[in-house]
């Protein structure tokens, strides 16, 4: 299986946020839905791959990093893998083909019975960007559902509440 990490990464560098928005929008598809701030800006065009990225306002006219969460669906159909599978599937891939990388945490969340997730913080280094990256992956009906919060390293203590808040409102339906 080919999972689509190095995808992940590119999506994530391309694109500030007072985190005092308490006004959510959600955005919903057909099998899972996520909440994020009303001043973030929500992009499905489907670029680099990416289902949806949802996009941190701009802190200045300086700022050459949009903080931001994306989704991404991977069709695993006939590769039987599971959660415990995707994770060393991606751990060993930021360990052989990342450099300057950084495992945080890298462990199976079990919140209840019927919701398990993986979820990976990690740091890496991409072009000029020193970022900090968090995502998690949810397996249901041989599809993995990654939605990944990045942020530039030295912002991410800014940021982070308002990243787990959208990542942690990411919910599967059906």
């Known amino acids: 299986m080919k999972v ?6 590119l999506f994530s560098t391309h ?26 800006q929500l992009d499905t065009s489907k670029i680099m791959g990416t289902n949806f ?4 306002p701009l802190e200045n006219a300086t700022d050459k990093f949009r903080e931001n969460v994306n989704g991404i669906i991977q069709d695993l159909r006939g590769q039987n893998i599971d959660l415990e599978k995707y994770k060393q599937i991606t ?7 990342v450099t300057d990388s950084k495992v945080f945490e890298s462990a199976i969340i079990k919140s209840n019975e019927s919701n398990h997730y993986y979820k990976i913080v990690y740091a ?8 900090k ?26 940021y982070k509440n308002v ?10 339906i059906k």
Do not use: H
């Not at 689509?4 to 990464?9: A, D, K, V």
């Not at 928005?21 to 899972?32: G, L, Q, R, S």
């Not at 968090?134 to 942020?151: E, G, M, Q, R």
């Open 4 to 9: 689509t990490f190095f995808f992940i990464l």
């Open 15 to 40: 694109f500030c946020f007072a985190q005092t928005d308490t006004t959510k929008i959600v955005f919903a598809k057909d099998n899972y839905k996520i909440q994020y701030p009303k001043s973030w």
């Open 53 to 56: 990225f949802v996009l941190a």
């Open 91 to 97: 751990d060993k891939q930021i360990s052989e083909f």
């Open 124 to 131: 890496i280094t991409q072009g000029k960007f020193r970022l």
């Open 133 to 158: 990256i968090t995502s998690f992956c949810f397996i249901k009906n041989d599809k993995a559902y990654l939605v990944t919060f990045t942020t530039e390293f030295d912002k991410y203590e800014q």
């Open 163 to 172: 990243g787990e808040e959208i990542l942690n409102s990411f919910l599967l």
